[in-house]
């Protein structure tokens, strides 16, 4: 193959300088000479060798050409006459091979370093068709649990906006919606500070077969237990060694405000089977955790928040309320991983008279449900309970809360805001203990 090639592009070449310039053999007059092009070709095709044995096959069939014609005596003198020419023909072909090898070799790299990339981009292709389905298993579950805490956060805060006379109401409802109970009655006790007294139902869901106008603790064990334990009782608890008889209710919890004082008793008797689960319990504890504030409020609001100036719909609780509220939203965070967060947004560096102010602008951000306490600081500074808002929800406050201080002459940049967790936090007291000796910034 190598032999044919330098044959036939030898015989091109020597057919073109007989019919172009039978007087030069070898064209040596020219600069460079047409004849460069064999061993460049063969080299370059064939390599380093290839190619110095075409240049030397080219400088010794000039040479005999030229004897051939009569333009010179011997090979050698041509040789010894022509030494440029002779060395420029021998060092094409040997350069021209040189570069064959080298881009060889370069093929050769490349091709195997193509082929290791191919086998990652599988390797990739398939770790990212594996990470793309978990990723929308992932968004499917996050979509589902978020879902029902947005159902329950909006509940929750409906129980905040809805009138004292329809608030048992809205809380049979919320627990009808959230944890499916079908039948159960709030009892508020006769007398406020005896537990023992009978109790008078004020509330009604689904059917009244059980569910007594008056409650007798002494009549009904899980009750009289959840009075006495002051939490929540299922019937599963009730029964663990002890037989029972006559039981109708299937759990019984106490509604608590920040008083300690019971304000309503629950006791639900029917629900589906399927339904009644640890999970329902913990829902339905949750539930009873927040009413009892939400009833204490509607009883007795007196000396437990004051209104906003200038925002009649929104109020600043006071610090034993509020920390009533923040132990609920605390334990909620730690017993049912329902994450709250407390925010404390301050304005150093001015003084106590510009509160007023400051509190009309902060409260522009602040959500129904989402609750307020001014702490004790030398400066404008509000606490703020954001219940069931876990890091995003949290950073959507503080984003709007700094816009609102843009569109109302208080530059963002002089405020000092601080976050906690309250999922990490021992107690409500100690939360703001943290959230106090915390340093200013955008967020601890």
């Not at 053999?25 to 460049?40: K, Q, S």
């Not at 990739?124 to 978990?134: F, Q, S």
């Not at 939203?329 to 510009?354: I, M």
Request: aromatic residues 6%.
């Amino acid at each position: 193959m190598v032999w044919s090639d330098v044959g036939v592009i030898g015989l091109l070449l020597v057919g073109a300088n007989l019919l172009l310039g039978r007087g030069d053999i070898g064209w040596l007059e020219f600069n460079p000479t047409p004849y460069l092009l064999l061993p460049i070709l063969i080299g370059g095709r064939y390599g380093f060798g290839p190619g110095l044995y075409a240049a030397v096959a080219v400088v010794v069939g000039v040479a005999a050409g030229r004897v051939w014609a009569g333009q010179a005596v011997t090979v050698s003198q041509v040789i010894r006459g022509n030494p440029a020419w002779c060395a420029s023909i021998v060092v094409a072909g040997a350069v021209a091979g040189e570069l064959w090898l080298y881009f060889r070799r370069r093929i050769v790299e490349l091709t195997a370093g193509e082929t290791q990339l191919q086998d990652k981009l599988r390797k990739m292709d398939a770790n990212i068709t594996v990470l793309r389905g978990a990723k929308d298993e992932l968004d499917r579950l996050t979509a589902a649990r978020d879902g029902e805490i947005s159902s329950l956060d909006a509940d929750l805060r409906r129980l905040h906006a809805c009138a004292a006379t329809e608030l048992p109401e809205e809380i049979m409802q919320l627990l009808k919606r959230q944890a499916r109970v079908s039948d159960a009655a709030l009892y508020r006790s006769a007398e406020a500070s005896a537990d023992d007294a009978p109790w008078q139902r004020f509330a009604l869901l689904g059917r009244e077969e059980n569910l007594p106008a008056t409650l007798d603790l002494d009549e009904h064990g899980m009750a009289a237990r959840a009075v006495k334990q002051r939490s929540l009782v299922t019937l599963p608890e009730i029964l663990e060694g002890t037989r029972l008889v006559g039981e109708s209710a299937l759990m019984a919890a106490p509604m608590i405000g920040s008083d300690g004082r019971i304000r309503a008793l629950l006791i639900v008797t029917g629900m589906p089977f399927i339904a009644f689960t640890p999970a329902a319990a913990n829902l339905v504890s949750l539930v009873c955790s927040w009413s009892g504030g939400v009833l204490e409020l509607s009883e007795e609001a007196e000396g437990r928040y004051r209104i906003v100036v200038g925002r009649q719909g929104q109020r600043i609780f006071f610090a034993a309320y509020f920390n009533h509220l923040v132990e609920v939203a605390r334990e909620a965070s730690r017993k049912h991983r329902l994450p709250s967060s407390l925010v404390e947004v301050a304005w150093p560096g001015h003084a106590g008279g510009d509160q007023a102010h400051f509190e009309r602008v902060v409260m522009g951000a602040v959500r129904s449900g989402d609750m307020a306490m001014q702490p004790d600081r030398s400066f404008p500074a509000l606490v703020i309970l954001l219940p069931l808002a876990g890091e995003r929800g949290t950073d959507i406050f503080i984003d709007r809360c700094r816009q609102n201080c843009r569109q109302n002459d208080i530059d963002p940049t002089t405020l000092s805001i601080n976050r906690l967790d309250l999922g990490e936090t021992e107690s409500a007291e100690r939360a703001l203990s943290q959230l106090a000796a915390a340093k200013g910034g955008t967020g601890v």
